[in-house]
Each structure stands twice: as structure tokens, then as C-alpha cells.
């Protein structure tokens, strides 16, 4: 995962190790993120073939909780025929103090 980021950040980017899924034939990739909460996201990020690294660069309001994020990466084939999971990775956001 990425350095620090705190709630409420813009532009920071998620970086996830996509480790068993960057199968030659899957062609979409999905970050999803569990929060504090419970609730759950999706995230489309860019998938660097190179380095097996999906980057996602946060929006306005992703970041709306602090505390320990789980995250892990579905991948899916153009055919619909192959899902892969990647192993989950913790980050934490943090609260900022302005």
C-alpha cells in the first residue's frame, strides 16, 4: 500500500500488489476497499503490467473515513470465464489535525 494518507485526501494514490491475478487474459481489474464501518467500495484502478502494481488515485469524497482500510483486487477475463482475487493488505487513513 501507499504512504501516508489522511481523510479527506485528493489525488493520493492507492498502490495494491495484484500478486496471483495478473493472469495474460484478464483484462479488468477492481480495487475493493472494506472501511472502518463495514461499508464497501469499488475502485477502478490502472493496472501496471510491468510490476504486477494496480494504482488508484483518490477523488473527492473516497477518503471519508479514518482508521484501518482492508483492500484486495478482483480481477475479471474479458470472457467473464476468469476471477481471480488477489490476498488482502491493510492501509491505514489517518485523521487529519486541520
Avoid: C
Amino acid at each position: 500500500m501507499s504512504s501516508l494518507i489522511y481523510k479527506g485526501d485528493i489525488g493520493a494514490q492507492i498502490i495494491a500488489d495484484t500478486e496471483n491475478v495478473t493472469a495474460a487474459t484478464t483484462t479488468t481489474f477492481t480495487l475493493i476497499v472494506e472501511k472502518p464501518s463495514g461499508a464497501t467500495v469499488e475502485w477502478a484502478g490502472t493496472m501496471d503490467y510491468t510490476t504486477g502494481l494496480l494504482t488508484y488515485t483518490t477523488l473527492s469524497g473516497d477518503i471519508d473515513e479514518s482508521g484501518q482500510h482492508v483492500a484486495q483486487v478482483r480481477s475479471v477475463s474479458a470472457t467473464g470465464t476468469e476471477k481471480l482475487k488477489s490476498d488482502t493488505d491493510t492501509f491505514t487513513i489517518y485523521e487529519p489535525i486541520f
